[in-house]
């Protein structure tokens, strides 16, 4: 059985930092796309960032380029995501997505496997 864990949410001041951190256990990742996606309250979930199986693809949505840094340990079967310049925008849960498919790693429809998300909440 797939499983993909999420930990590292928490509150955090404007102006903060996170890690957050997906592993992933019951098959490995390690030829396929993994990403973030998150969802604030009342609306839709949105693509944060996603990564390439080698590290070298990655993408971010416009809202956090510059403040997060997607990154994957293939070893380990894990992909992180720093969070760095929290704003009270990015409150939102947070979630872990894998594919074992290639395709457009920006769509949700691209993951066959999702975590449960971990609460971010920023504010002082």
């Known amino acids: 059985q797939v499983q993909l864990v999420e930990s590292g949410g928490g509150l955090v001041q404007p102006g903060g930092s996170l890690r957050l951190s997906c592993a992933a256990s019951g098959r490995t990742f390690d030829r396929y796309p993994m990403g973030w996606f998150r969802q604030a309250p009342g609306k839709d979930r949105e693509f944060v960032a996603a990564i390439a199986w080698n590290s070298f693809i990655t993408y971010y949505a416009d809202s956090v380029k510059g403040r997060f840094t997607i990154s994957r340990d293939n070893a380990k079967n894990t992909v992180l995501l720093q969070m760095n310049t929290l704003k009270p925008e990015d409150t939102a849960v947070y979630y872990c997505?894998?594919?074992?498919?290639?395709?457009?790693?920006?769509?949700?429809?691209?993951?066959?496997?999702w975590g449960q998300g971990t609460q971010v909440t920023v504010s002082s």
């Open positions: 997505a894998a594919s074992s498919r290639l395709g457009d790693m920006r769509q949700d429809a691209q993951y066959d496997y």
